[in-house]
Nanobody, 121 residues
Framework: QVQLVESGGGLVQPGGSLRLSCAASGSIFSIYAMGWYRQAPGKQRELVAT???????NYAGSVKGRFTISRDYAKNTLYLQMNSLKPEDTAVYYC???????????????WGQGTLVTVSS
């Protein structure tokens, strides 16, 4: 099993920045992809950004240019740098680990418990 622990959430004013981290441990395969997803109150969970094993990234249109996903292979840790935050970015952010080189929808995966990000003045 793979365990994921997110950290870095909190309250931030509009226009501010936060950096989320997700540490993976357990039965981690040598080849895996990771991603960030979020779920706002009353809404479905949505993709924020993914990063393939090769390092290729993919972003939701709503965060492109503001958020940056990265990973540290040696530390098995995923990051999400969030800049120019907006109230509509308020959500619980979840980290996802995917077996294989890409995070397909039906990939064998694991999820973290989530970390709350609140953007408000």
């Amino acid at each position: 099993q793979v365990q994921l622990v997110e950290s870095g959430g909190g309250l931030v004013q509009p226009g501010g920045s936060l950096r989320l981290s997700c540490a993976a441990s357990g039965s981690i395969f040598s080849i895996y992809a990771m991603g960030w997803y979020r779920q706002a109150p009353g809404k479905q969970r949505e993709l924020v950004a993914t990063i393939d094993y090769s390092g290729s990234t993919n972003y939701a249109g709503s965060v492109k240019g503001r958020f940056t996903i990265s990973r540290d292979y040696a530390k098995n840790t995923l990051y999400l740098q969030m800049n120019s935050l907006k109230p509509e970015d308020t959500a619980v952010y979840y980290c996802r680990w995917c077996e294989g080189s890409v995070c397909y929808v039906n990939a064998v995966d694991a999820w973290g418990q989530g970390t709350l990000v609140t953007v408000s003045s």
